[in-house]
């Protein structure tokens, strides 16, 4: 018979513990202090990260310090920091210092919120900052919804939701409606559910890239009269090309009239509600059935951070509630097992960074902070116009904002070129992130402005080295 390990195994004595975390606590606190200096994005290429990272399985441990030296040269400085103030790609993911170390706080005691018996206080927490979010953005106090990973697996939730509510789970004549602007993860999640693409109609946008409620109706029309059942409009929040938003009123209307589930996806967009401005561009956001939103965009936490809203709340538990005996969870009425209303039954405490942040900064911040990215990308759009080079493709909107560099003289078939190339050299000069999109078959240049930390002058000096990159790039300049 083998002895038994002793219990030393897997373990750091206290002072081990103290130390590794003060070390940990120093490469953060550098990182967030130091980050406007470093580039705003480094990449190695595989063969390199290969040669670096590449070994056997380790049999025997190495000293802490060897293994924290080669994450911070290795890993660390090869990554998009996406909470940099010039990182303009994508999406931004500006964290704070708050959030992270209630993340430290929910891995260091281990938070199970699967069930009420498993962590009351945490699953409390959670269904408390699920309703902040309910109330912040408009929806009834019948609400209910939980926090998952991103707004890949919120999109799942409540379509599932919406399959069972309008389809009863029977999906083989049914149709969803949406535009070519939503993010893939919609017609992921149609896909995971049983949706052949022939059930999901991707309209074409207007010219503001929004849903076009006309489409729609005709689209439908044709379905019903072809014995489909139409069940679910996906509506956008904030689009992640242009920060568009489809008519909520009226699509809220039209579902309405039609029997039909409205979801919007507010994975990028929904958090604008919290300012003035970003609330009248989201009007009838209170009125959808199903919300999508990403707390690890722009409310600035880190990853991993999405949530699922769904109108009335019960529905998300007809859809998923399964009886497992095996965990002998008494059905209680004051208690609430958040398995049951999603696909994960094994949870993390990902609500406690939100929480956590919200009752140290204050909501009031966060407004503040939102408001902050409209306005620069706004800011931006007014310097882009004082050139004659650029060409704004579409204005700024809840901080999004999409140009082009149009040289005079320039062929229309080489601006596309030019502007890629601007793109590829601004990222590999490290200043700052811009990315690109391709909009109604033109190349367009893109910056995200939501970043608190962003400075007008960043703005300033980001657009003055495009331009420059510009006419460098450009034999028509």
């Known amino acids: 018979m083998e002895s038994i390990p002793p219990d030393e195994v897997l373990q750091l004595s206290r002072e081990e513990m103290r130390a590794l975390g003060y070390r940990v606590i120093d490469i953060v606190v550098e990182h967030f202090e130091n980050l406007r200096n470093k580039p705003a994005t ?11 990272l590449r070994e056997p399985l380790p049999e025997r441990g190495s ?13 660390f400085n090869n ?3 996406l909470s940099h103030p010039r990182f303009f790609g994508g999406i931004p993911s500006p964290s704070n210092f708050i959030s992270a170390m209630a993340d430290v706080l929910a891995s260091g005691f281990n938070v199970f919120t699967g069930i009420w018996i498993g962590g009351s206080g945490a699953v409390e927490v959670e269904l408390v900052t699920i309703d902040w979010l309910r109330q912040l953005c408009g929806l009834p106090d019948t609400t209910g919804g939980l926090f998952v990973s991103g707004g890949s697996v919120a999109n799942l939730i409540a379509l599932a939701t919406a399959r069972h509510v309008k389809l009863k789970d029977q999906i083989k004549e049914g149709v969803a409606y949406c535009s070519d602007q939503t993010h893939s993860s919609v017609e992921r999640a149609l896909h995971v559910l049983g949706f052949a693409p022939t059930q999901i109609r991707k309209l074409p946008s207007d010219e503001q890239f929004r849903l076009a409620l006309t489409d729609l109706r005709r689209e439908m029309a044709a379905d019903r009269a072809a014995g489909k059942i139409p069940f679910c409009v996906i509506a956008n929040a904030g689009t992640t090309h242009t920060g568009a938003v489809d008519p909520l009123s009226e699509l809220a209307d039209f579902c309405g009239e039609e029997g039909l589930w409205l979801h919007a996806d507010g994975a990028y967009g929904a958090a604008a509600v919290l300012c003035h401005k970003g609330s009248s561009l989201l009007e009838g956001l209170e009125r959808v059935d199903s919300l999508a939103i990403d707390p690890h965009k722009w409310l600035f936490q880190p990853f991993e951070i999405g949530c699922v809203l769904v109108r009335d709340g019960h529905q998300l538990k007809e859809a998923f509630n399964i009886h497992l005996e095996y965990l002998n969870v008494a059905d209680r009425a004051d208690e609430v097992n958040l398995c049951d209303y999603g696909i994960q039954l094994t949870r993390s405490f990902r609500a406690l960074k939100l929480w956590m942040s919200f009752k140290v900064f204050g909501i009031e911040a966060f407004r503040k902070a939102v408001a902050k990215g409209i306005a620069l990308a706004e800011l931006a759009e007014n310097l882009l ?7 704004i493709v579409t204005p700024a909107e809840m901080g999004i904002l999409t140009f082009r560099y149009v040289p005079v003289g320039c062929p229309s078939t080489e601006v596309d070129a030019v502007n890629h190339r601007i793109e590829d050299n601004m990222i590999a000069t490290g200043f700052a992130m811009v990315g690109s999109r391709v909009l109604k078959g033109r190349t367009a240049l893109r910056m995200c402005t939501i970043n608190p930390h962003t400075t007008e002058a960043d703005i300033r000096e980001t657009i003055q080295r495009l331009e420059r990159l510009g006419n460098e790039l450009s034999l028509y300049s």
Request: contains cysteine.
């Open 79 to 81: 990554i998009m920091y």
């Open 385 to 391: 116009r004082e050139s004659s080079c650029w060409e």
């Open 63 to 75: 000293d802490v310090e060897v293994v924290l030296t080669q994450l911070q040269q290795d890993v």
């Open 42 to 52: 480094r990449s190695a290429g595989r063969s390199t990260l290969e040669g670096r």
